[in-house]
């Protein structure tokens, strides 16, 4: 699977290029990412199922093999795992605007990140 942070900071990393496979057409830019994004392969998997079930448990207990139950914690995970994305990126920021201020040094700011992403 392809990491989505930065091996230096830490950091989400941002998409820059796109390319096409058939004909090579590349493109370059800045394209904006979402948490989503960032859930994993299983947890977008699950969340699509989800939406196509109209955002029904019932519905979606109908047409899977997941119990109520299943599909309850399921739920619950990704929303406790989009809760901890979305709060370690504040985390991050903070750490980057203390950095942008003068506030703590580079070497601070560095250690700051490495520990909220429990390296």
């Known amino acids: ?3 989505t942070s930065c091996p230096s900071c830490s950091l989400p990393m941002q998409t820059a290029a796109m390319s096409c496979t058939a004909c090579g057409v590349k493109i370059e830019g800045n394209f904006s990412e979402t948490f989503f994004n ?3 392969p299983d947890d977008q998997k699950f969340l699509e199922q989800y939406l196509l079930a109209g955002f029904s448990i019932k519905t979606l207990e109908q047409s899977s093999s997941l119990g109520y139950a ?12 989009y809760m901890e994305l979305a709060k370690m990126d504040a985390q ?6 203390q950095l ?8 601070e700011a560095k250690e700051k990140l490495e520990k909220l992403s429990g390296e």
Do not use: P, Q
Not at 70 to 81: F, Q
Not at 100 to 107: A, F, G, N, Q
């Open 1 to 3: 699977m392809l990491s």
């Open 38 to 40: 960032r859930l994993t």
């Open 70 to 81: 299943a599909i309850r914690s399921r739920l619950d995970r990704l929303i406790a795992n």
């Open 92 to 97: 991050k920021k903070a750490v980057l605007e």
């Open 100 to 107: 942008r201020k003068d506030e703590i040094s580079v070497t």
